[in-house]
């Protein structure tokens, strides 16, 4: 899977690549269906589905439409081959993240005790932050959000995860605040998203030095 000088094989981004996705989208699909606190970003989703008359699925779409915008601003031009990326990866990601959270519901994931449900939804803020760390390093394609993350982590803050992750939550913490004002009421913003805000960079951080060690940042 790696080549004799560390890189990945091609056979070895796809692989790695689809095992991040499997793993962000069980671990985002983890803490929609507790609702005890999602990651930022699909929290703020969530809550402008609740908004707005529109499924989860199409508001993580569109919202991941919007970053992909300010990503090329931030880049100072549009660069046609990462927006590809961006689109062949939100697009599944969005419906696979949706659909698991409502099958994890029908199997009745919401009956389960307290202490059990808020352990298994910090082992899905972690597992979002494992996937995250994994594709982010291959940067082959990247979720709109994560290629923000990106792009802020290494253009202007020398590589540092955890500030980075800070400064991309400006945006979907706007939006739920926001959300809050105009409904009264807040979803999937509970323990989860407290811990996702102080120690997903951190997550992300170890998971680079931890999870498949010999994979480093490429394409940057």
């Given at each position: 899977m790696?080549?004799p000088?560390g890189?990945?094989?091609?056979?070895?981004d796809?692989?790695?690549?689809?095992?991040?996705?499997?793993?962000?989208?069980?671990?985002?699909?983890?803490?929609?269906?507790?609702?005890?606190?999602?990651?930022?970003?699909?929290?703020?989703?969530?809550n402008?589905s609740?908004?707005?008359?529109?499924?989860?699925?199409?508001?993580?779409?569109?919202?991941?439409?919007?970053?992909?915008?300010?990503?090329a601003?931030?880049?100072?031009?549009?660069?046609?081959?990462?927006?590809?990326?961006n689109?062949?990866?939100?697009?599944?990601?969005?419906?696979?993240?949706s659909?698991?959270?409502?099958?994890m519901?029908?199997?009745?994931?919401?009956?389960?005790?307290?202490?059990?449900?808020v352990?298994?939804?910090?082992?899905?803020?972690?597992m979002?932050?494992?996937?995250i760390?994994?594709?982010?390093?291959i940067?082959?394609?990247l979720?709109?959000?994560?290629?923000l993350?990106?792009?802020?982590?290494?253009?202007?803050?020398?590589?540092?995860?955890?500030?980075?992750?800070?400064?991309?939550?400006?945006?979907?913490?706007?939006?739920?605040?926001?959300?809050l004002?105009?409904?009264?009421?807040?979803?999937?913003?509970?323990?989860?998203?407290?811990?996702?805000?102080?120690?997903?960079?951190?997550?992300?951080?170890?998971?680079?030095?931890?999870?498949f060690r010999?994979?480093?940042?490429?394409?940057?």
């Amino acid at each position: 899977m790696y080549q004799p000088n560390g890189k990945p094989t091609v056979f070895g981004d796809l692989v790695l690549l689809l095992v991040s996705i499997i793993i962000n989208s069980f671990g985002n699909a983890l803490t929609v269906s507790l609702n005890l606190g999602s990651a930022m970003w699909t929290a703020s989703a969530v809550n402008l589905s609740h908004l707005f008359p529109v499924s989860l699925g199409n508001m993580l779409l569109l919202e991941g439409v919007a970053v992909v915008a300010v990503n090329a601003v931030l880049l100072r031009h549009a660069d046609w081959h990462r927006m590809l990326g961006n689109f062949c990866f939100m697009i599944p990601f969005s419906y696979l993240v949706s659909g698991l959270a409502s099958l994890m519901v029908k199997f009745g994931i919401t009956n389960l005790p307290l202490i059990p449900a808020v352990i298994l939804d910090i082992v899905g803020i972690m597992m979002i932050a494992t996937g995250i760390s994994i594709y982010q390093r291959i940067n082959l394609i990247l979720h709109p959000n994560d290629d923000l993350m990106q792009i802020i982590r290494f253009r202007f803050f020398h590589g540092n995860a955890i500030v980075a992750q800070l400064v991309s939550y400006a945006t979907p913490i706007t939006i739920i605040v926001i959300t809050l004002i105009v409904k009264h009421t807040i979803w999937a913003v509970n323990v989860g998203t407290v811990v996702a805000l102080i120690f997903q960079g951190t997550f992300i951080a170890t998971s680079d030095r931890w999870v498949f060690r010999k994979l480093k940042h490429q394409r940057l």
